[in-house]
Every structure is written in structure tokens, then in C-alpha cells.
């Protein structure tokens, strides 16, 4: 790139790029709007203990991965890509809504593992509409993929300010008012989609691209082992999330404002090195990123596990940030490699390795906290992402076969050499 202006009025020149970054805010704030508060509304507002409560969350959550999972092919050959982000954006908002009225655990239930499990679906398939109208596009002096970091980075930002709306927001107008905010975010998505997304079918490139059945690439080698290596390192970043303020406040004598620092630290490093990072993948560096990001992680654990003022946290939130950097703007892109010409399904087994990590990290928290301690779950986080560093350290991509050759099935698990 001549210079950074330069590249970015190119970027943002784009036909509808603009645009479609303001629908990703709204996504994103939509998304950290809720999500701090469910446990707090589940147990205060609706009553449920927290074994109830969990169960709602698994049910909700698996629900989720399971119509993203089906509906994702359907985005990639059948349907256009801008009806899949309608029914995704129109199933966020009516979802939201109900959860706004409806205080029945069962209807909620409903509610949460069809309608909002409808709009769970909005990251993975927006994602993988920027991949495919933008992912090609031939910029002078920008790599080519860049956009789709530009838009992960423009959705990491709408979370730094989201929780803290979320919270003025339930404090002012409760519960009602928190999901009736979230269902106007999505709502805000869903007109900038039906705005600034083209109808129109599959791109040139996708139209010829290989066909392989569902379950053959759900069960190949190299994505089993991509989604394990990532659900682990997501569920390791959860249990973190809820022991690490925890800690703070209880053995490092930390105050409230204290774990604010802590948590402002980490989006801070976060963002720019997300661009960085964006260029190195976008050239073809996506790999030794993945592979550096898990051993960042293993370090950040480790050391957490040894710090004894919070001080030594705020250092070590950097690493935290360089982590998410890494992992979660790389890894689209790393997933979208994985299954070439079919993004809605690729972007969503990414998606989906984060949701089911989530639900590892919670029931992990649970389940851990008491027999363990903070610094046993801080090791325990850093186990689990050892683990991904084994995985991706011995990753092997998979090599289609030449074309007109059979396609061998391949067994499950990691593709080792």
C-alpha cells in the first residue's frame, strides 16, 4: 500500500461497503447487548435456578448451531445470499421481541431455539456475503481479503462500546427495555441489508466450484481438526471470561474499576493489531497466524496463573488482545480457505466451533470452580488451548483430489501426517 489513506479510501469506495460496516455495528452492538445479562435475567427476572438456566442455554445454543448448520448449505447453493441475511436479520428482531414480553420459560424456550436461533445465523452468513462480493475484488494495493478484516474489526468494536450501553439501557428501562434496544439494533441490520446487500445469485466463481455432500466435509479430516482446535481455545477464553473477575476482585485484592481496566485493555491491542494481521493473512500467512496465536494463548494462561497483583494482569491483557486478534479475525478466513466456494457453510462451522466452545467454557466454570480455584482454572485454560497448539502445529491442509477423480472419503478426526 502507497498509504494508509490511500488504501482505505479505496476500501470505502467500494459500491456499498460503507454501508454494510454500519449493519455490522448495529450486529454487533445487537449481539453485546444481551449477551452480559442473560444469566442476570434468567435467574432474577424469570426465576430459573442456574441448573434451569443452564439448560435453557445448551438447548438455545445447539439449537442455533443446528439450524445455522442445515440452513448454511442452503445459502451456499441454493438460495441468494440476501435472503438468508433477511430471514437471519427478521428472526433476530421478531426474536427479541418475544423475549421482551413473553415470560413463560417454555415460550421463551421456543422463542430462543427457533427464532433467535434464526438469527444467530447473521454473523456467519454476513461474513461470508463479504467474502463473496468483496473477498475478490481486485483493490490496487490492498489484499484482496482485507475487507472481510476490516469488518470483523468494525464488529470487535461495536462490543467494546455495547456491554456498557446494554447495562445504562437495562438500569433505565429493565429487562423489556434491554431486548426491545436489541431488537431495534437488528432491526437497524436488517434495513442495511435490505439496502446496501444485492440480490443476485452465486458469484461466477462459486457457480463452478466443487460439490462435495455435507457430511463429507463435516467429517473430513482437516475440518474436524479445525473445529476442535477452535472450539477448545473458545471454550479456554469463556471459562477465563467468568474466573477472571472473579479472581481479580477475590485473591489480588482488585476493586471494581480495577477489572475495567483489565477488560478495556485487551480491545485496545486488539483492533490495530486485527488489521496487521488482516494483511499478513490476506497474503497467505493464515496458518503460521493460527499457530502463533495458539501459543500466545498457552503463554497468556500460563502466566495468568502466576500473577500476584492486578498489575500483572493489565500487562498480560495485551497478550489476551494479540490472542482474539488472531484467533478470531484469522480464523474466518482461515475457515473459509478450508471449503473454497462455499463461505455460508465454511463461516458457519467456524461460527459453530465458537458457540459449542462457549458451552464447553460455561458448564467447564460450573462444574471446575469449586474443586479447583482460580489459578486450577487458569491452568486448566491453558491446557485446553495446549491442545490446540498440538492440533495446529501438526495441521495438514486438505488437497482436493484432481479434477473428474473420485472423491475418497476421509476418516474423522485431525489430518496428521
Same mark, same amino acid.
Given at each position: 500500500?502507497?498509504?494508509?489513506?490511500?488504501?482505505?479510501?479505496?476500501?470505502?469506495?467500494?459500491?456499498?461497503?460503507?454501508?454494510?460496516?454500519?449493519?455490522?455495528?448495529?450486529?454487533?452492538?445487537?449481539?453485546?447487548?444481551?449477551?452480559?445479562?442473560?444469566?442476570?435475567?434468567?435467574?432474577?427476572?424469570?426465576?430459573?435456578? %442456574?441448573?434451569?438456566?443452564?439448560?435453557?442455554?445448551?438447548?438455545?445454543?445447539?439449537?442455533?448451531?443446528?439450524?445455522?448448520?442445515?440452513?448454511?448449505?442452503?445459502? !451456499?447453493?441454493?438460495? %441468494?445470499?440476501?435472503?438468508?441475511?433477511?430471514?437471519?436479520?427478521?428472526?433476530?428482531?421478531?426474536?427479541?421481541?418475544?423475549?421482551?414480553?413473553?415470560?413463560?420459560?417454555?415460550?421463551?424456550?421456543?422463542?430462543?431455539?427457533?427464532?433467535?436461533?434464526?438469527?444467530?445465523?447473521?454473523?456467519?452468513?454476513?461474513?461470508?456475503?463479504?467474502?463473496?462480493?468483496?473477498?475478490?475484488?481486485?483493490?490496487?494495493?490492498?489484499?484482496?481479503?482485507?475487507?472481510?478484516?476490516?469488518?470483523?474489526?468494525?464488529?470487535?468494536?461495536?462490543?467494546?462500546?455495547?456491554?456498557?450501553? $446494554?447495562?445504562?439501557?437495562?438500569?433505565?428501562?429493565?429487562?423489556?427495555?434491554?431486548?426491545?434496544?436489541?431488537?431495534?439494533?437488528?432491526?437497524?441490520?436488517?434495513?442495511?441489508?435490505?439496502?446496501?446487500?444485492?440480490?443476485?445469485?452465486?458469484?461466477?466463481?462459486?457457480?463452478?466450484?466443487?460439490?462435495?455432500?455435507?457430511?463429507?466435509?463435516?467429517?473430513?479430516? !482437516?475440518?474436524?481438526?479445525?473445529?476442535?482446535?477452535?472450539?477448545?481455545?473458545?471454550?479456554?477464553?469463556?471459562?477465563?471470561?467468568?474466573?477472571?473477575?472473579?479472581?481479580?476482585?477475590?485473591?489480588?485484592?482488585?476493586?471494581?474499576? !480495577?477489572?475495567?481496566?483489565?477488560?478495556?485493555?485487551?480491545?485496545?491491542?486488539?483492533?490495530?493489531?486485527?488489521?496487521?494481521?488482516?494483511?499478513?493473512?490476506?497474503? $497467505?500467512?493464515?496458518?503460521?497466524?493460527?499457530?502463533?496465536?495458539?501459543?500466545?494463548?498457552?503463554?497468556?494462561?500460563?502466566?495468568?496463573?502466576?500473577?500476584?497483583?492486578?498489575?500483572?494482569?493489565?500487562?498480560?491483557?495485551?497478550?489476551?488482545?494479540?490472542?482474539?486478534?488472531?484467533?478470531?479475525?484469522? $480464523?474466518?478466513?482461515?475457515?473459509? !480457505?478450508?471449503?473454497?466456494?462455499?463461505?455460508?457453510?465454511?463461516?458457519?462451522?467456524?461460527?459453530?466451533?465458537?458457540?459449542?466452545?462457549?458451552?464447553?467454557?460455561?458448564?467447564?466454570?460450573?462444574?471446575?470452580?469449586?474443586?479447583?480455584?482460580?489459578? $486450577?482454572?487458569?491452568?486448566?485454560?491453558?491446557?485446553?488451548?495446549?491442545?490446540?497448539?498440538?492440533?495446529?502445529?501438526?495441521?495438514?491442509?486438505?488437497?482436493?483430489?484432481?479434477?473428474?477423480?473420485?472423491?475418497?472419503?476421509?476418516?474423522?478426526? %485431525?489430518?496428521?501426517?
Amino acid at each position: 500500500m502507497r498509504t494508509p489513506l490511500a488504501a482505505a479510501g479505496r476500501i470505502f469506495a467500494q459500491p456499498g461497503f460503507a454501508g454494510l460496516l454500519g449493519a455490522a455495528f448495529a450486529l454487533g452492538v445487537g449481539f453485546s447487548f444481551v449477551s452480559p445479562f442473560l444469566s442476570l435475567w434468567g435467574t432474577r427476572e424469570l426465576g430459573l435456578s %442456574p441448573l434451569a438456566f443452564g439448560g435453557f442455554m445448551t438447548a438455545t445454543t445447539l439449537s442455533g448451531i443446528v439450524v445455522a448448520t442445515t440452513l448454511a448449505r442452503w445459502s !451456499d447453493t441454493h438460495l %441468494p445470499r440476501k435472503t438468508m441475511l433477511v430471514v437471519a436479520g427478521t428472526g433476530g428482531v421478531l426474536g427479541y421481541v418475544g423475549y421482551a414480553f413473553v415470560r413463560d420459560p417454555r415460550g421463551l424456550l421456543a422463542i430462543g431455539c427457533t427464532l433467535l436461533a434464526l438469527g444467530t445465523m447473521s454473523f456467519s452468513q454476513l461474513f461470508a456475503h463479504v467474502r463473496e462480493r468483496f473477498g475478490h475484488a481486485e483493490i490496487p494495493g490492498v489484499p484482496n481479503r482485507l475487507l472481510v478484516s476490516v469488518v470483523r474489526v468494525c464488529f470487535s468494536l461495536a462490543w467494546t462500546a455495547g456491554p456498557s450501553v $446494554g447495562a445504562w439501557m437495562m438500569v433505565e428501562h429493565g429487562f423489556r427495555g434491554l431486548f426491545l434496544g436489541a431488537a431495534g439494533l437488528f432491526l437497524v441490520y436488517l434495513l442495511g441489508v435490505l439496502r446496501f446487500v444485492p440480490s443476485e445469485r452465486r458469484p461466477p466463481h462459486m457457480v463452478t466450484a466443487l460439490r462435495e455432500p455435507v457430511w463429507r466435509i463435516l467429517t473430513r479430516g !482437516d475440518v474436524c481438526a479445525a473445529f476442535i482446535a477452535f472450539m477448545l481455545i473458545f471454550a479456554a477464553h469463556t471459562l477465563n471470561m467468568m474466573n477472571l473477575p472473579l479472581a481479580l476482585i477475590g485473591p489480588l485484592g482488585a476493586s471494581g474499576r !480495577d477489572v475495567g481496566i483489565a477488560f478495556g485493555v485487551g480491545p485496545l491491542v486488539e483492533v490495530p493489531l486485527m488489521i496487521w494481521f488482516g494483511v499478513l493473512a490476506a497474503r $497467505g500467512h493464515q496458518l503460521g497466524l493460527i499457530r502463533l496465536g495458539a501459543a500466545v494463548t498457552v503463554a497468556y494462561f500460563v502466566l495468568l496463573a502466576f500473577a500476584r497483583a492486578p498489575w500483572h494482569v493489565f500487562v498480560l491483557q495485551a497478550l489476551h488482545g494479540m490472542s482474539f486478534a488472531l484467533i478470531s479475525n484469522v $480464523g474466518i478466513m482461515f475457515f473459509q !480457505d478450508l471449503v473454497p466456494g462455499q463461505a455460508g457453510l465454511a463461516t458457519t462451522v467456524y461460527t459453530n466451533a465458537s458457540h459449542l466452545g462457549n458451552l464447553v467454557g460455561f458448564l467447564a466454570f460450573g462444574s471446575l470452580m469449586q474443586p479447583l480455584g482460580h489459578r $486450577g482454572l487458569f491452568l486448566t485454560s491453558a491446557v485446553l488451548t495446549a491442545v490446540t497448539l498440538v492440533l495446529v502445529v501438526r495441521y495438514r491442509p486438505h488437497r482436493p483430489p484432481p479434477p473428474h477423480a473420485p472423491i475418497e472419503p476421509q476418516p474423522p478426526g %485431525p489430518n496428521f501426517p
